[in-house]
C-alpha cells in the first residue's frame, strides 16, 4: 500500500529501462564485442525483475460506488421534536434535560438530523425489536442503492464486512446481510463491535487487506452503521447524556474490488492506509467508555478528557502518516523542526493540504473538529464538509466521513487525480486513516443525500 508511482508510471520505467538496455547493447556490439555477456546479463536481470513485478504485484483496491442512508422525513429530529421526547420521559430529571437542551443548543447540529424510529412511538423506552428496525432500515437502504449503482449482482460478492459499534445482536448483522441478499454458501463475512466512530475507517482497511492477500479477482461489501436505540441513555450522568444530544441516525454501504478492468468504472483507488491503536494509555483507554452509572444505567461517557486525548494521539498517528504522504518539501521541513525540538516543545505540523486537496475530517461534535482544525493547522475551508455533515446530518458515527464524501460530490469539487483524506477517531483509543485517489471526476448521483439540500450550504453552524 505504499507504492510511491502509479502502476502505469511503474511500467513505463520499467520499459524504458528495456529499452535504454537495448540501445546501449547495439553500441557496445559494434564498439566494444568483449562487453556483450556482461550486458546481456544485465539485460536478463531487468527483463527478470519486470516478468516478476507484473506476475506477482498486488491488485489495486478500488472504490467502485457507495451509498449513505438517508431516513424518510417523517424522522427528522427538530428541536421541537428533541424537547417533547425528553419532557415526556418519566426518566430524566429536570436538571438533566436543561443540561441537555444547552448541550444541543451549542452542538452544531442543526434541524434536519435523523432519530431512531422510538423516538418516535407512543412508548418512549427502547426494545431489541427498535435497534433491529433501525440497523434493517439503514443497511436494506444503503445495499440496495449501492447494488443498483454498482451494477453488481449479490451472487458476486465475496466478503461482507459489517461494522456497528454498540449493537451486536445474534444472529449477526452480517448473517442479516447474508439471508437478505440470498448471498453465496461460501461468502466470507466479518462482523466488527465496539470499535466506535473509527470502524468505518477500519472496516475499509479490513476490506483492502483481505483483497490483496487474493489473487483471485473479488468483491467485498461494507457496511458501516451504528445503533442509538439500544444506547439511549436515560439516567444523571452529565458525561453520558451528551450522547443523547449529539449522535443521530446514519449507515453507508460501500462496494470494494480487486478487479484491475474495473478500474474505468471505480470512483477512486485506495494509496494508503494507516491504523494507530493508543489503548495502552490509561487516559486515552477511558477516554469514550461504556459503563453503568451509579444507579445502574448503561451508558457511554464522553469524558472532559476526550479532546485532549484526540489531540495528542492525532500528533502520534501523524507522525506515522506523514513520512508517506507528504512531498518532499514539507517532510524536510518536517524533519528538521522534530529534530531541532528540545525542551518539551512540539515539532512543528507539516501542511497536510499540500498533501491532499479535500479532507474528510472526524465529524465527532464541534470540539472534535475545531481540535483537529488546531492540530492540523486548517482554515475554515477545510474543516467546511464536517462542519456542514454535522449540521445536517449529526454525528453519524462511523459512517460520518461517507456523510462527507458525499457533500464534496454535491459540491461538484473533486476532479479526476486528486488525492483525499480520511481521518476517523474512535475508542479504545484509535486514529484510523485513509487515503484515496480519485479516478473520475465527482458526479451528482439521484440518491447523495444531499441532493435536496446542498444549494443551501454551507451555513453558519457556530
Same mark, same amino acid.
Given at each position: 500500500? *505504499?507504492?510511491?508511482?502509479?502502476?502505469?508510471?511503474?511500467? *513505463?520505467?520499467?520499459?524504458?529501462?528495456?529499452?535504454?538496455?537495448?540501445?546501449?547493447?547495439? =553500441?557496445?556490439?559494434?564498439?566494444?564485442?568483449?562487453?556483450?555477456?556482461?550486458?546481456?546479463?544485465?539485460?536478463?536481470?531487468?527483463?527478470?525483475?519486470?516478468?516478476?513485478?507484473?506476475?506477482?504485484?498486488?491488485?489495486?483496491?478500488?472504490?467502485?460506488?457507495?451509498?449513505?442512508?438517508?431516513?424518510?422525513?417523517?424522522?427528522?429530529?427538530?428541536?421541537?421534536?428533541?424537547?417533547?421526547?425528553?419532557?415526556?420521559?418519566?426518566?430524566?430529571?429536570?436538571?438533566?434535560?436543561?443540561?441537555?437542551?444547552?448541550?444541543?443548543?451549542?452542538?452544531?447540529?442543526?434541524? !434536519?438530523?435523523?432519530?431512531?424510529?422510538?423516538?418516535?412511538?407512543?412508548?418512549?423506552?427502547?426494545?431489541? *425489536?427498535?435497534?433491529?428496525?433501525?440497523?434493517?432500515?439503514?443497511?436494506?437502504?444503503?445495499?440496495?442503492?449501492?447494488?443498483?449503482?454498482?451494477?453488481?449482482?449479490?451472487?458476486?460478492?465475496?466478503?461482507?464486512?459489517?461494522?456497528?459499534?454498540?449493537?451486536?445482536?445474534?444472529?449477526?448483522?452480517?448473517?442479516?446481510?447474508?439471508?437478505?441478499? *440470498?448471498?453465496?454458501?461460501?461468502?466470507?463475512?466479518?462482523?466488527?463491535?465496539?470499535?466506535?466512530?473509527?470502524?468505518?475507517?477500519?472496516?475499509?482497511?479490513?476490506?483492502?487487506?483481505?483483497?490483496?492477500?487474493?489473487?483471485?479477482?473479488?468483491?467485498?461489501?461494507?457496511?458501516?452503521?451504528?445503533?442509538?436505540?439500544?444506547?439511549?441513555?436515560?439516567?444523571?450522568?452529565?458525561?453520558?447524556?451528551?450522547?443523547?444530544?449529539?449522535?443521530?441516525?446514519?449507515?453507508?454501504?460501500?462496494?470494494?474490488?480487486?478487479?484491475?478492468?474495473?478500474?474505468?468504472?471505480?470512483?477512486?483507488?485506495?494509496?494508503?492506509?494507516?491504523?494507530?491503536? =493508543?489503548?495502552?494509555?490509561?487516559?486515552?483507554?477511558?477516554?469514550a467508555f461504556q459503563e453503568e452509572d451509579g444507579k445502574g444505567n448503561t451508558g457511554i461517557s464522553l469524558t472532559k478528557d476526550l479532546i485532549r486525548v484526540a489531540g495528542v494521539n492525532l500528533r502520534e498517528h501523524i507522525k506515522v502518516l506523514a513520512p508517506r504522504v507528504l512531498p518532499m518539501s514539507q517532510l524536510a521541513q518536517y524533519v528538521y523542526s522534530a529534530v531541532v525540538a528540545v525542551g518539551g516543545k512540539?515539532?512543528?505540523?507539516?501542511?497536510?493540504?499540500?498533501?491532499?486537496? =479535500?479532507?474528510?475530517?472526524?465529524?465527532?461534535?464541534?470540539?472534535?473538529? !475545531?481540535?483537529?482544525?488546531?492540530?492540523?493547522?486548517?482554515?475554515?475551508?477545510?474543516?467546511?464538509?464536517a462542519r456542514m455533515s454535522l449540521h445536517r446530518f449529526g454525528n453519524t458515527s462511523c459512517s460520518l466521513v461517507f456523510y462527507e464524501l458525499a457533500y464534496f460530490e454535491a459540491k461538484q469539487r473533486v476532479k479526476r487525480g486528486d488525492r483525499m483524506w480520511m481521518l476517523a477517531f474512535g475508542t479504545g483509543f484509535k486514529v484510523g486513516s485513509l487515503v484515496w485517489r480519485w479516478l473520475r471526476d465527482a458526479s451528482?448521483?439521484?440518491?447523495?443525500?444531499?441532493?435536496?439540500?446542498?444549494?443551501?450550504?454551507?451555513?453558519?453552524?457556530?
Amino acid at each position: 500500500m *505504499k507504492p510511491l508511482l502509479s502502476q502505469v508510471h511503474l511500467l *513505463k520505467l520499467s520499459f524504458l529501462v528495456l529499452l535504454s538496455f537495448t540501445t546501449l547493447l547495439l =553500441h557496445t556490439t559494434l564498439s566494444y564485442p568483449h562487453l556483450v555477456p556482461l550486458l546481456l546479463s544485465c539485460a536478463a536481470c531487468a527483463l527478470f525483475y519486470l516478468l516478476h513485478h507484473l506476475l506477482t504485484r498486488p491488485h489495486p483496491i478500488l472504490l467502485l460506488n457507495y451509498s449513505c442512508y438517508k431516513p424518510p422525513n417523517h424522522r427528522k429530529c427538530t428541536y421541537k421534536v428533541c424537547e417533547e421526547f425528553v419532557r415526556h420521559s418519566a426518566h430524566l430529571t429536570h436538571e438533566s434535560i436543561e443540561f441537555m437542551r444547552n448541550i444541543y443548543l451549542k452542538s452544531g447540529l442543526g434541524d !434536519e438530523t435523523y432519530a431512531p424510529p422510538f423516538i418516535f412511538e407512543d412508548h418512549s423506552h427502547p426494545t431489541l *425489536k427498535c435497534a433491529v428496525q433501525e440497523a434493517q432500515e439503514g443497511m436494506f437502504s444503503a445495499v440496495d442503492s449501492l447494488l443498483s449503482k454498482a451494477q453488481i449482482g449479490p451472487n458476486l460478492i465475496d466478503h461482507v464486512i459489517v461494522t456497528c459499534g454498540s449493537f451486536s445482536p445474534s444472529p449477526s448483522l452480517s448473517s442479516l446481510v447474508v439471508n437478505r441478499y *440470498k448471498l453465496k454458501p461460501d461468502v466470507k463475512t466479518y462482523n466488527l463491535s465496539g470499535m466506535g466512530c473509527s470502524s468505518g475507517v477500519l472496516a475499509i482497511d479490513l476490506a483492502s487487506r483481505v483483497l490483496r492477500s487474493s489473487r483471485k479477482v473479488q468483491y467485498a461489501l461494507v457496511i458501516v452503521t451504528e445503533s442509538i436505540s439500544l444506547n439511549w441513555y436515560f439516567g444523571d450522568n452529565r458525561s453520558m447524556l451528551v450522547t443523547n444530544c449529539i449522535f443521530r441516525v446514519g449507515c453507508a454501504a460501500a462496494m470494494i474490488t480487486n478487479d484491475p478492468k474495473r478500474r474505468r468504472v471505480a470512483k477512486m483507488e485506495l494509496v494508503h492506509s494507516l491504523r494507530t491503536h =493508543h489503548g495502552a494509555d490509561e487516559g486515552a483507554y477511558r477516554a469514550a467508555f461504556q459503563e453503568e452509572d451509579g444507579k445502574g444505567n448503561t451508558g457511554i461517557s464522553l469524558t472532559k478528557d476526550l479532546i485532549r486525548v484526540a489531540g495528542v494521539n492525532l500528533r502520534e498517528h501523524i507522525k506515522v502518516l506523514a513520512p508517506r504522504v507528504l512531498p518532499m518539501s514539507q517532510l524536510a521541513q518536517y524533519v528538521y523542526s522534530a529534530v531541532v525540538a528540545v525542551g518539551g516543545k512540539k515539532a512543528v505540523v507539516p501542511n497536510f493540504t499540500a498533501a491532499f486537496e =479535500h479532507m474528510c475530517v472526524h465529524t465527532g461534535g464541534k470540539a472534535v473538529i !475545531e481540535q483537529v482544525g488546531r492540530v492540523l493547522r486548517l482554515d475554515d475551508s477545510v474543516t467546511e464538509p464536517a462542519r456542514m455533515s454535522l449540521h445536517r446530518f449529526g454525528n453519524t458515527s462511523c459512517s460520518l466521513v461517507f456523510y462527507e464524501l458525499a457533500y464534496f460530490e454535491a459540491k461538484q469539487r473533486v476532479k479526476r487525480g486528486d488525492r483525499m483524506w480520511m481521518l476517523a477517531f474512535g475508542t479504545g483509543f484509535k486514529v484510523g486513516s485513509l487515503v484515496w485517489r480519485w479516478l473520475r471526476d465527482a458526479s451528482q448521483e439521484s440518491d447523495n443525500p444531499w441532493s435536496d439540500c446542498i444549494d443551501a450550504y454551507p451555513v453558519k453552524a457556530w
